[in-house]
């Protein structure tokens, strides 16, 4: 897999952005073992390694911007899909991952 090198070209490794800071973020009290057993009262990295399958990561991950041209009875429309916060390619990882983007487009009568 491609990650680190993703990573290591982009502009998170210059910036001194590691993996974890985005893929364990502190939080506060998490419990590290079972909650009845022990509880932290410390600031603990996040061991759930959000990633591509986390809604909040992958809504994050991608900020997409439509034009919308209509000439006559044609439209066109143009999206862009900015990789925003990935810290590498998107999608990365696994080869066989990919981004399927879906446009909804209605036509409303005498507009
Ligand atoms: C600036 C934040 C950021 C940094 C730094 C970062 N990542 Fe990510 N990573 C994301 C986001 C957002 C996603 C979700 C988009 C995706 O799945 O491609 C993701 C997805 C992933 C995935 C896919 C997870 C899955 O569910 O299949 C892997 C693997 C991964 N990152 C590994 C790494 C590694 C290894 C590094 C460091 C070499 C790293 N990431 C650095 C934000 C980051």
Sequence with gaps: ????????MGPYAEKGIQ???CHM?????????????????HTVTAHKFQGG??????TKAATLTQ????VD????VVVYITNSEAG???PTGIPS???????????????
């Design 19 to 21: 993996c974890q800071n």
């Design 88 to 90: 590498h390619f998107l």
């Design 67 to 70: 034009m919308l041209d209509k």
């Design 97 to 111: 991952r990919r981004v399927i983007l879906t446009v909804n487009f209605w036509i409303l009568k005498g507009g």
């Design 73 to 76: 009875d044609s439209v066109s």
């Design 25 to 41: 973020p502190e939080e506060f009290g998490t419990p590290i073992v079972n909650p009845e057993v022990a509880k932290t009262e």
């Design 53 to 58: 399958h986390t809604q909040i990561n992958i």
């Design 1 to 8: 897999m491609s990650t680190y090198s993703e990573w290591k």
